[in-house]
């Protein structure tokens, strides 16, 4: 493989922002036929290199040299017409088109003054064989999976007669299984003979996929490795210059005899949730894993009021209660974690400040008014505590990185005082240092007595941070493993009970 | 965030100088715009744009609109003037009636917006549409002037402390707006009603999966917004010879022109009650100023128009440099 010339190669790629070097001398290529992995923390400079090289941003100084020929794009089009084309980690589709008129937006095919929708449709389906991906081209996008979603994203990309395909993140919103398919893709489309960049966070991933991994740091280019070659600690050190996998727990941190301070019983709401029954107790971080659709979101939402219930009763503490809002749930100490922090989770352009006490301003009241002191103050204690980074209380959430933003969720429920706080996929969208201090104050915070459920779809997280596991199929609890037994293929099997 | 204050800061800090810059082109070429009184009427007609502003500046931070606020001012005015002259009502009651009246067209509009989740935009252009269906059933009704008796409310809007020569003079209603201003600048940043309408502008799932009570907020914004609709009835019908029956349609669109002036989000989720009275002031001067200057009135619209699309673009320009350091 190291014989074939490298279809794309940029060099010495220098590029500053006010105030950033995002770019230092950073070089980079790819081959035809292989998949070439960019890693790198969040803010590592791997997105701001593909916006530079798809002409998002222009490059301050270095030469972009693209078969054979030095080339500049000026915008996603002129790139996409060349044969470079980015899968984005968030979709860009439009939901209410379907999935043909999704394909072809902007590029539409015509018959005199008339959107040739057939065509469009035929030609999707042509597309959706080649890549032997089951959809239908007259669904409505937003009818669709993510998974599906993501599969129309690299149909678009094909039909562009790509060279050189780049998926960033592709695997961040995906089940399991879905993975698999995007693997057996890509995979296919190496063996046509494309060049792909593959930029994830996930190492598992990079090992199983690719040829040769390019890791950056700070904006730097620090080096390439083959993939077979190196070991996944050997990529984190080139990325974060220090080893930080931990090992999973083999058995529950939980006394036997610890309260239980949450039951659901007979959970329902809707087709997502039918008849959850769960126990979480003190300390405990009870996991929920499954797959993308299993009801686990659904499950959350419903227990936290945020959506509707049709039945099933919940006790705190021993004691029943109601819940049929959001404002009950926060009432009895329960603190809810979203896993989509830009929508659900903070308030993005305001402080860390605003943020924080955003669930508890009463306590922060004099009077009618908001007692600002007191609120910094409180607000500074959890900065230091949590250890966020950032330069100071009145920072807005928006500058800061993912982690961090995270750190201001949970420092918000710790101001609430919530004692049993649902994490839905807390580390989704983090990068891997970040992930383990967000896994070191999951530890603590249990260890301080408040009781966690932890939803995640990465299976790593779930046999590393759960004391027991509650595995969810098809809006179904379909099994409960302890820690001490439980392994990914149990937990895949009862994950995948109902699918044939 | 130092330097995002500096840019925040800038918009109304531009507004000022616009607002500067009208003042000395009206003074140095109309020698009218120089006399006290002619500066005097202008304020006079800017109280109810001013109390109108104030009080949509809320449903827009919440990323909504409030369009019924014209037409609902002159139908209230219209309600409470027949009321006087032909009922006798005191005009004490009168003005609290117009705020009252406000008040629950405010709460129809928030219950449809923040309970219903009709879109703002349809909920308040029906209530528009009602407010000045009611409003043309009703007849010219004078409210007594200046002279007659009962005529002492014209004296918050039109009257001015002091005596002697007028350029001592001040006018009471300005100084009634202003203290408004301040004290809504005040909820808008030291309360929590002010903190969550901020807040639901900016994301309000969040606000409402933060165990808040999102619907109350919701729904008050449009209240306070409907309040000072009803203020806004009694000013009018202070400056106002006659109040048109089935007016008032339109009137509100110089209101939330001078709120985007004065630095509010077209999205929400940012604004002071400040930046609205300068806002307000650009629009009132161009509105009231340029025939001084021997323009013609059409040309307050076209210049109007112009100067708010300045104010979003500068929005905008913040949101893509916002984006950008992200």
Known sequence: ?500 | MTKKKSILADQRVIVCLVIAALVIIYFIFSPEFRQYSSILSMLDFSYYDILMAIGVTFPLITAGVDLSIGTGMVCYALIAGRLIRDFNLPVVLAMLLCVLMGCVVGFANGFLIGVMNLPPFLATLCTCMITRGIGSMIMATPWPTNKQPGGWFHSIFKLTFGTGRSATKIPIGFVLVVLLVILMEFVLNHTKFGRYTIAIGSNKEAVILSGINVKFYHVMAYVICGCFAGLAAVAYAAVVPTIQPGTGAGLELDAIGGVFVGGVSARGGYGSVLGTLAGVMVIVLLKTGLPYVGLQANWQQIITGMVLIGAVMIDVAKRRRMAKEQ
């Open chain 1, 1 to 500: 493989m190291a014989a074939t010339e490298a279809i794309l190669t940029m060099e010495n790629i220098d590029k500053t922002f006010p105030g950033v070097h995002a770019l230092d001398h950073v070089h980079f290529d790819v081959r035809s036929g292989e998949v070439h992995a960019l890693m790198g923390e969040n803010g590592a400079g791997k997105s701001t290199l593909m916006k530079v090289l798809t002409g998002i941003y222009s490059k301050d100084s270095g030469t972009i040299t693209y078969e054979g020929k030095e080339v500049e794009y000026h915008n996603t089009r002129e790139a996409q017409d060349a044969g470079i084309v980015i899968v984005h980690q968030e979709l860009n589709m439009v939901g209410d088109l379907t999935v043909a008129q999704n394909i072809f937006i902007g590029r539409e095919f015509m018959k005199g003054f008339r959107i040739d929708d057939k065509k469009m449709i035929e030609e999707s389906r042509k597309l959706f064989e080649e890549l032997k991906i089951d959809i239908n081209p007259r669904d409505k996008m937003s009818d669709l999976t993510v998974g599906k979603q993501q599969m129309c994203e690299i149909a678009k990309a094909i039909s562009h007669q790509a060279k050189v395909i780049i998926f960033d993140e592709p695997s961040a919103a995906l089940t399991e299984k879905e993975i698999e398919d995007l693997f057996l893709i890509i995979r296919d489309l190496r063996a046509k003979g494309l060049a792909i960049v593959y930029i994830s966070h996930r190492m598992d991933e990079i090992k199983v996929i690719t040829d040769r991994v390019t890791v950056m740091r700070d904006g730097g280019y620090v080096g390439t490795l083959i993939t077979k070659d190196c070991t996944k600690d050997d990529i984190i050190n080139m990325m974060v210059g220090r080893v930080i996998y931990e090992e999973p727990k083999t058995e529950s941190h939980v006394p036997k005899d610890a309260p239980v301070v949450l039951k659901v019983e007979h959970l329902n709401a809707g087709r997502m949730v039918q008849d959850v029954s769960f126990e979480l107790r003190k300390g405990e971080i009870l996991g929920f894993s499954g797959l993308m659709g299993a009801g686990r979101t659904e499950t959350a939402r419903a227990l936290f009021g945020a959506d509707p219930k049709t039945g099933g009763d919940i006790y705190v503490n021993g004691e029943k209660v109601t819940i049929n809002s959001p404002q009950d749930a926060v009432k009895h100490g329960i603190g809810y974690l979203s896993e989509d922090r830009k929508r659900f989770g903070i308030v993005v352009q305001k402080t860390i400040t605003e943020n924080s006490t955003l669930a508890s301003m009463e306590n922060y009241m004099n009077g009618p008014f908001i007692d600002k002191a007191a609120e910094k103050e409180v607000t500074e204690k959890y900065i230091k505590e949590l250890s966020t980074k950032t330069p100071g209380a009145d920072q807005l959430v928006v500058n800061l990185s993912g982690g961090n933003q995270q750190k201001v969720v949970i420092a918000k429920w710790l101001v609430r005082n919530c004692d049993i706080l649902i994490f839905d996929e807390p580390t989704r969208g983090i990068d891997v240092g970040a992930k383990n201090e967000i896994y070191k104050l999951m530890n603590r915070l249990t260890a301080e007595g408040k009781s966690i459920i932890m939803i995640s779809s990465e299976m790593t997280e779930i046999l590393r941070m759960s004391d027991r596991i509650v595995i969810m199929c098809e809006g179904k609890k379909t099994g409960e493993l302890d820690i001490s037994e439980a392994t990914q293929e149990k937990i895949m099997t009862k994950a995948t009970r109902d699918i044939s």
